[in-house]
């Protein structure tokens, strides 16, 4: 049983961004001071990635640790109300990120994600990594 009225509760799902968000304001600095140039959200690719290479045919996801469910972190833990919703939800998040990597790779994009418990710790080594392209 959730704890919110159905009305706090809308208010509160209706202040989660699915573009813009900290994190990722916080990667795209990061890639702007680093001297990378980039589109976001393009519509073209599948899943709208958050951030577009072009230059590089690198795309960047910037995960939320949550809706994507980030292996053993701590943000990632699932609500204990409405326990199966949120498990087919979830579950459905990461299988359909899988399908768009998939898709991206075979368009010959390389996929970058970034999970958001590491740009909060500043660990970029999945961007670092792209500096030695």
């Known amino acids: 049983m959730d704890h919110l009225s159905k009305k706090k509760r809308s208010w509160n799902m209706s202040r989660i961004r699915s573009k813009d968000t900290g994190p990722e304001k916080i990667v795209r ?5 680093q001297g990378f140039r980039f589109r976001l ?6 899943g709208k ?3 577009v290479l072009p230059k590089f045919k690198t795309v960047i996801f910037v995960h939320g640790c949550f809706w994507h469910r980030h292996s053993r972190c701590r943000l990632a833990a699932t609500p204990k109300s409405n326990v199966a919703f949120w498990r087919q939800k979830l579950d459905a998040n990461v299988t359909r990120f899988k399908r768009v990597s998939q898709d991206l790779k075979r368009a010959g994009w390389r996929v970058v994600v970034i999970w958001e418990c590491g740009v909060g710790s500043g660990d970029f080594s999945p961007i670092d990594r792209l500096l030695l392209i």
Do not use: A, E, Q
Not at 29 to 33: A, G, I, K, Y
Not at 41 to 46: A, C, M, N, Y
């Open 41 to 46: 959200h393009v519509k073209d690719l599948p």
């Open 49 to 51: 990635p958050d951030i």
């Open 29 to 33: 600095s990061f890639l702007h001071r």
